[in-house]
C-alpha cells in the first residue's frame, strides 16, 4: 500500500509539473504575440486635427458631480460619484436628457464643421503630414 500511494503522489505531482510546464508554454506564445503586435506600426496621430466631443451623458456628468458634492461633501471617491451618475442617468426620463442631447448635438455639428476644415486644409497641402523617418526611431 505504501508503494501505490507514493506512487500516486508522483503522479499527481508529475502531472502538477506538466501544467506547470504547459502554462509556461502558453504564457511564452502570449509574449510572442505581444511582441509582434508591438512592433506593428502605430498611427501617428495629427496635433491639428479636431477631437471628438463628449457625449450627452458626460455633459451631465459635469452638471451631477457639481450638485452631488455639494449635497455630499463627505463623498471624495470617483467611483462612488460615477455609480450615482450612472443610476440618476438611467432613471431620468427623456425631457429630462434632451437638455444635454442639444448640447451633444451642437458640439457634434461643430466638430462636423471643423472635421470638413481640416481635411479640405489637408488635401490643399496646409497642414504638413509627419514624416515617416525621424530622428527618434534610430
Known amino acids: 500500500m505504501a508503494k501505490k500511494s507514493q506512487n500516486s503522489a508522483s503522479t499527481s ?3 502538477k ?21 508591438s512592433k506593428k506600426k502605430i498611427a501617428k496621430i ?6 471628438k466631443p463628449p457625449t450627452a451623458f458626460f455633459y451631465f456628468l459635469e452638471d451631477f458631480r457639481k450638485e452631488f458634492q455639494q449635497q455630499n461633501p463627505d463623498v471624495r ?7 450615482a451618475c450612472g443610476e440618476k442617468w438611467k432613471t431620468m426620463t427623456y425631457e429630462e436628457k434632451v437638455h444635454y442631447y442639444d448640447i451633444a448635438t451642437e458640439k457634434r455639428r461643430e466638430f462636423d464643421r471643423a472635421t470638413a476644415d481640416f481635411n479640405k486644409k489637408k488635401e490643399s497641402g496646409e497642414y504638413q ?7 527618434f526611431d534610430e
Open 129 to 135: 503630414e509627419y514624416e515617416e523617418d525621424s530622428d
Open 13 to 15: 505531482a508529475s502531472t
Open 46 to 51: 495629427d496635433a491639428n486635427k479636431p477631437k
Open 77 to 83: 471617491s470617483m467611483r462612488d460619484i460615477g455609480k
Open 17 to 37: 509539473c506538466q501544467m506547470v510546464k504547459s502554462s509556461d508554454k502558453v504564457k511564452a506564445t502570449s509574449r510572442k504575440k505581444l511582441k509582434a503586435t
